[in-house]
């Protein structure tokens, strides 16, 4: 990736832009759960397929990533996001509007494959940009905004009422809403970047950097760990709380659609002003692994809280929180530092293909377990299934962030990485 040197008040536009593009696609990624429950009673969906619709975002990932990162070194980030938030927009339509249930896989099939090459390219154009200053503050600040859609289509029930009283299909029209206004923000970063690039051609032309398979596995043990704890912390944490939380607060709980929605969204929240923060506070203090293992840790613990708890949902929510907001603001620095510089685009696309496998199979095998056990409001045990696959999953995820903080993480190595 080639740094590019515009005016501040440009780079920050260009922020400012994929941040905003980034807030509607997080918006889209994140509308199934608060339909599941309609599709089901409308369109009598079962949680297989619910989990299904949600599954399939993840399972072209587990090679296309790769892909898209060769893409967006050989065309430029700005070209990949403009063409990748257009599939997604297409992918939103198709998943609202389509009559039957095939349709909507082909939707969410759609929004997935352009959706993760959409997540690599932006946070290549943040590097490109921002190259030796900011890169991680206005990364952190991208992903806030991308909470910040998260916690939107969470509060939609509460924001949009009438939009959810007439069924399972305005949502979903809302969340292509959503998936247009990124595709707009997109063009217009395309259409500055092009600008950009044309006034800095005789100093910034850039080289397609080629992708080299023989490369692909050399990476050292620390990072091994980090992969596997990315997988299962995302499976767990996505597969829980974009497809089955709010179903399952419903349910078990007793809430209603608004207030699970709403429950659910305080973890969006705290994220949106804590992922930054906790990314600052780690720059400062200089140390990753033992913020990534706190927060690896509590994962399991609110799931614990969650499960053996009827009134313990505001504890686990709050501690969820922190995990959602500690665990990526430390995750995507900590692997800057344990894998070599020029390499770093590989582990990232290499941690998402197995990342994109993990959640994919976790959606599937968490709706398969509910079906299976006929998890419902008659029948809230059902849910127990689901539980302890998340609960187990968590914990063997927090065993490896205690490992690499044993093994690489100790003060005096991460001390040496920083010089
Ligand atoms: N859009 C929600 C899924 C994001 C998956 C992506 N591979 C990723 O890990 N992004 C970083 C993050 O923490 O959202």
New binding site residues.
């Given amino acids: 990736m080639n740094p590019i040197t515009p005016s501040r008040a440009t780079a920050w536009w260009i922020c400012a832009l994929v941040a905003a593009a980034l807030y509607g ?2 918006y889209v ?1 994140d509308s199934i759960g608060p339909v599941a429950d309609a599709l089901q009673a409308q369109r009598g969906f079962s949680d297989t397929q619910v989990g299904l619709l949600n599954a399939v975002y993840s399972l072209p990932n587990v090679v296309l990533i790769l892909l898209g990162g060769v893409l967006v070194d050989r065309f430029g980030a700005a070209k990949v996001t403009l063409g990748t938030a257009g599939i997604c927009l297409l992918g939103a339509l198709l998943t609202a509007l389509s009559p039957n249930f095939e349709g909507m896989v082909a939707g969410r099939l759609l929004f997935g494959i352009g ?2 090459t959409f ?1 690599i390219s932006t946070l290549a154009v943040l590097a490109e940009y921002f190259a030796g200053s900011n890169v991680a503050f206005t990364m952190g600040l991208a ?1 806030s905004l ?1 909470r910040l859609g998260s916690y939107s289509t969470d509060m939609s029930p509460t924001w949009f009422p009438h939009a959810y009283a007439q069924g399972w299909q305005p949502p979903l029209l809302i969340a292509a809403a959503m998936a247009a206004a990124s595709f707009a923000a997109a063009a217009a970063y395309w259409w500055i970047d092009r600008r950009v690039s044309a006034a800095a051609k005789h100093t910034a032309e850039k080289q397609a950097q080629p992708f080299v398979w023989r490369d692909l596995l050399h990476f050292g043990k620390a990072y091994w760990y980090l992969l596997i704890l990315c997988v299962l912390w ?1 499976s767990v944490i ?1 597969a829980f709380r974009s497809t089955f939380s709010i179903k399952y607060f419903q349910h078990v709980h007793g809430l209603d659609l608004a207030a699970a929605g709403e429950m659910n969204s305080y973890v969006f929240l705290a994220a949106v002003f804590a992922t930054p923060a906790f990314g600052w506070l780690c720059d400062r203090v200089g140390r990753y692994a033992p913020f990534l293992a706190f927060g690896a840790v509590l994962l399991p613990i609110s799931l614990a809280v969650m499960a053996l708890s009827r009134s313990g949902l505001w504890v686990s929510t709050a501690l969820i929180g922190v995990s959602f907001s500690l665990v ?1 603001a430390v995750m995507w620095p900590l692997a800057s530092k344990v894998v070599a510089p020029n390499r770093f685009g590989t582990a990232i696309g290499l941690m ?1 293909v197995v ?2 496998a993990g959640i994919g199979g976790a959606n599937l095998v968490a709706g398969w377990l509910n079906t299976r056990a006929g998890a419902s409001a008659q029948n809230p045990a059902g849910y127990n299934d689901m539980m302890w696959f998340f609960g187990i999953c968590s914990v063997i995820g927090a065993v490896f962030a205690l490992v690499l903080w044993a093994t690489a993480g100790r003060k005096d190595q991460e001390l040496a990485s920083r010089a």
Avoid: C, H, T
């Fill in positions: 696609n997080y990624y959706a993760e997540g992903l991308g995302y996505l990526p998402w990342q994109n």
